[in-house]
T-cell receptor
Framework: KNEVEQSPQNLTAQEGEFITINCSYSVGISALHWLQQHPGGGIVSLFMLSSGKKKHGRLIATINIQEKHSSLHITASHPRDSAVYIC????????????????FGKGTKLSVKP | NAGVTQTPKFQVLKTGQSMTLQCAQDMNHEYMSWYRQDPGMGLRLIHY???????DQGEVPNGYNVSRSTTEDFPLRLLSAAPSQTSVYFC???????????FGSGTRLTVV
């Protein structure tokens, strides 16, 4: 079983829809990251979370440490949001983590239609 | 602009050839790492470094070599390229533990 699971794998939405992407993990972590990868291939860091909730523009990320679950929400989705969204966790020291190493989910491919 | 510079963007190698993928950052980040990305799989860690002179293996280190002689540079060497090393490679860096990560633009490598 993968240590980081994302759902759904693929998501198609109409412009303006509210979108949720989920991430579950099975290891103790020190932080969780949400990344965005556009069709051109570059990877951009969206959020780093260790607790609670963060918001940046139309993007909201939440994490529940007890349930080992995080969600990425996009409000009022737009075609330019079309990308692969990747959840990654940094394993905590108690879980045998080395400084900095990330474990990645397989990504969620989002397509927003106009 | 501050960031991670990764070269080349594209490369085609013949089986058995060697090459070096370059990665440089100008943010004084102590942590640097190399990942490969293959279809249907998440990014996987090849090698990483927590500071100059310190490197360690990740999940898929076989066939790759790294060194970290300076804080800025972290090259990845393919010793004898194999078709199984056809992939997209990303370099990433991070500063203090609470920092996020900065990724290079990626290298698409094809081994024929």
């Amino acid at each position: 079983k993968n240590e980081v699971e994302q759902s759904p794998q693929n998501l198609t939405a109409q412009e303006g829809e509210f979108i949720t992407i989920n991430c579950s993990y099975s290891v103790g972590i020190s932080a969780l990251h949400w990344l965005q990868q556009h069709p051109g291939g570059g990877i951009v860091s969206l959020f780093m979370l260790s607790s609670g909730k963060k918001k940046h523009g139309r993007l909201i990320a939440t994490i529940n440490i007890q349930e080992k679950h995080s969600s990425l929400h996009i409000t009022a989705s737009h075609p330019r949001d079309s990308a692969v969204y990747i959840c990654a966790v940094r394993r905590g020291r108690a879980s045998g983590g080395s400084q900095g190493n990330l474990i990645f989910g397989k990504g969620t491919k989002l397509s927003v239609k106009p | 602009n501050a960031g991670v510079t990764q070269t080349p963007k594209f490369q085609v190698l013949k089986t058995g050839q060697s090459m070096t993928l370059q990665c440089a950052q100008d943010m004084n980040h102590e942590y640097m790492s190399w990942y490969r990305q293959d279809p249907g799989m998440g990014l996987r860690l090849i090698h990483y470094s927590v500071g100059a002179g310190i490197t360690d293996q990740g999940e898929v280190p076989n066939g790759y070599n790294v060194s970290r002689s300076t804080t800025e540079d972290f090259p990845l060497r393919l010793l004898s390229a194999a078709p199984s090393q056809t992939s997209v490679y990303f370099c990433a860096s991070s500063g203090h533990r609470v920092d996020g990560y900065t990724f290079g633009s990626g290298t698409r490598l094809t081994v024929v």
